[in-house]
């Protein structure tokens, strides 16, 4: 029985892609072990987005081939972005892959990994790939989205991520995601609603809604937006209490969304909207095609129409051409617009992208400048809320013990991610994982909570 270890690497959408490849090893017979080192192959999902993630998978998939060098792993497998954003160059960068399998080639990653251990004298061959995919698997992007069911989860049991659609048709210039990923495509509404179940059979308490562009859902396949419809239908699958929505483009958010997300009985009250400017002229060179009040007008509908919505955004600074007195509006205006969870990224410079050809390119020490600016601006509004929830009595999803403080446990507000919000500690003798209950917020460290269980009346 050949063994594997994996690695992922990214965004969300990417863990869902790992999983997938998690659930095809394993449905193959391989064996899934925690520690690389005694593995027979390892599998390294990529991610390519910017160069701090591409120099992180280079770092990681050096060190795995180190191992096999020193004799301790058979073979290594490069997946996922920066695999098929690099394919051409990948083995040069890291001398000793014995694999690239791109985004769209995760349903073959058994052969791959068959051939691989084969070529090693692992494994004698059963499945045999095609003589163009000897030394990779590229697939185009599909006109039809893949399944992401039979999963083998990463995730803790109570919480699990929910790909709705595949790529992404806005073509922001610093984006190169449209390059790996492919144009938009989404997930049949039957077909998501399918995977919904079995997350939920499998223990998921909580769904994330993920996508590149998840307002557009449902435009390529209907010719209409149909995300609304598509939560209606979410919030009557037995067994799930909460469901976040991620990537919301500040797009398509119609009266019948807002009045969806606000009626449903397990759509938390909480929108990842990536904003990532609010000054017009430095939003028309990323092409995004909104402005400062088309975006204020949709967050004065949502904020109206949903009680107690908490906003998560994503900010990107130091844009080529972007002035201090363009920064400085965008300063301000995070001030006043209150944003409750927001992350600041450094523009980073992507070769392959429109804006690498744009004039007025900003100093690295400029845009790191200007990104903490803007999260010491951030925090404050953050370390406001968390104080504003003093008091208060609220549900919290447990996501288990605290790892660091005995006696109290980690646990996540309706208003809180997994794994990018701050988090609730809970003081508490014994609380299952995955449960949900109420605590009294008796305390805010910074931008995290501290409570207890709620006296029960």
Not at 137 to 156: C, G, Q
């Amino acid at each position: 029985m050949s063994t594997f270890a994996f690695v992922s690497l990214g965004c969300p959408k990417n863990l869902v892609d790992s999983e997938r490849m998690l659930g095809k090893l394993a449905q193959e017979g391989f064996t899934l072990i925690p520690d690389a080192a005694q593995a027979d192959v390892v599998v390294v999902n990529t991610c390519g987005f910017i160069e701090p993630a591409r120099q992180e998978s280079l770092g990681v998939l050096r060190e795995m081939v180190e191992l096999k060098t020193g004799g301790k792993v058979k073979a290594v497998i490069a997946a996922g972005c920066l695999a098929e954003k690099e394919k051409d160059g990948l083995r040069e960068q890291v001398p000793g892959l014995d694999h690239l399998v791109g985004v769209f080639g995760r349903e073959e990653i058994a052969q791959a990994v068959e051939l691989s251990l084969e070529r090693a004298g692992n494994r004698k061959g059963r499945k045999r790939l095609a003589t163009q995919d000897i030394e990779g698997i590229f697939r185009p992007a599909p006109v039809k989205a893949l399944e992401d069911t039979a999963r083998l989860r990463a995730t803790p049991r109570h919480y699990a991520y929910l790909k709705i659609s595949e790529g992404c048709d806005r073509l922001c210039t610093f984006c190169a995601i449209p390059q790996m990923r492919g144009k938009h495509v989404s997930k049949a509404h039957e077909e998501v609603l399918r995977e919904a179940r079995e997350l939920a059979s499998d223990g998921a308490r909580e769904l994330c809604l993920v996508a590149q562009d998840s307002t557009y859902y449902g435009i390529d396949l209907y010719g209409e937006p149909r995300l609304a419809a598509l939560l209606r239908d979410l919030d009557k699958v037995e067994g799930i209490d909460w469901i976040r929505l991620h990537y919301a483009y500040p797009a398509h958010v119609g009266d019948d969304l807002v009045e969806t997300l606000a009626k449903a009985e397990k759509i938390v009250p909480y929108i990842d909207m990536p904003l990532q400017h609010i000054n017009d002229r430095v939003l028309r060179r990323m092409n995004r095609k909104t402005t400062r009040a088309a975006t204020e007008e949709i967050i004065g509908r949502l904020r109206a129409g949903i009680p107690g919505l908490v906003l998560r955004s994503t900010f990107l600074v130091g844009f080529p051409g972007e002035t201090e007195e363009e920064f400085s509006e965008l300063a301000e205006w995070v001030k006043d617009a209150k944003i409750e969870r927001l992350g600041v990224f450094p523009y980073s410079h992507e070769a392959t992208t429109p804006s690498a050809r744009l004039d007025g390119a900003i100093p690295e020490e400029e845009k790191l400048r200007r990104r903490d600016h803007l999260m010491a601006v951030q925090q404050q509004v953050a370390f406001a809320h968390a104080e504003s929830r003093v008091g208060q009595v609220v549900p919290v999803m447990v996501d288990g013990p605290d790892p660091e403080l005995p006696g109290w446990h980690i646990a996540r507000t309706m208003a809180d991610a997994p794994d990018i919000d701050p988090v609730a500690r809970i003081k508490a003798r014994s609380l299952d994982s995955g449960s949900i209950i109420r605590a009294e917020i008796t305390g805010a460290d910074g931008y995290d909570l501290v409570g207890k269980p709620a006296r029960r009346r």
